[in-house]
């Protein structure tokens, strides 16, 4: 057992949910790269993937042990997961294609967007030609790509969109 999960056991983190948040990762980034169509252009870095919910649960598990809590929202649960794959980049470009500079930005944006939907019981046909919607994915596709992003940032800008949500 590495020390990792041997640390995150000792913080009650049980292997079986770090196993399933990799799988759910894993997941996402299969269902992100088939949509774009870019399987050829791309390799999943599964050991990026591994260390980012390795990264994620350590930063769970001393959160929760600074605020004694024992649970976080899912704006948190999103803001810290986007945050660690944003820095490991598990999507690798092995051949160029348009927009392949910034493809993790590009996952870590329809990520955090697919949870923001999710937690509205939204669909994305639902959210199609609404400009404040699109200009929202925008700002934050561009943020991402040129800004210094934190996990608590994340977390603020997904609250404050459900602050304003005419959804």
């Not at 790269?33 to 999943?44: A, D, N």
């Not at 809590?69 to 986007?82: C, P, S």
Request: glycine share 4%; hydrophobic share 45%.
């Amino acid at each position: 057992m590495s020390d990792v999960v041997f640390f995150l056991n000792s913080k009650g983190i049980a292997n079986d949910r770090i196993v399933s948040r990799y799988i759910w990762v894993v997941r996402r980034v299969h269902e992100f790269v088939t949509m774009k169509k870019i399987t050829k252009h791309v390799r999943v870095d599964y050991s990026m993937i591994r260390t980012a919910v390795y990264d994620y649960f350590i930063d769970v598990a001393r959160l929760k042990e600074f605020h004694v809590i024992e649970h976080i929202n899912r704006e948190k649960i999103t803001g810290y997961i986007a945050y660690w794959l944003l820095r490991r980049k598990p999507i690798q470009v092995v051949s160029p294609f348009p927009g392949s500079s910034f493809i993790n930005e590009l996952f870590v944006t329809a990520l955090v967007f697919q949870s923001i939907l999710s937690e509205k019981k939204l669909s994305s046909e639902q959210c199609q030609g609404n400009t404040a919607f699109g200009e929202f994915q925008s700002l934050l596709f561009h943020y991402l790509k040129y800004r210094p992003v934190t996990q608590q940032s994340l977390e603020l800008m997904m609250e404050a969109f459900f602050c304003g949500c005419d959804f």
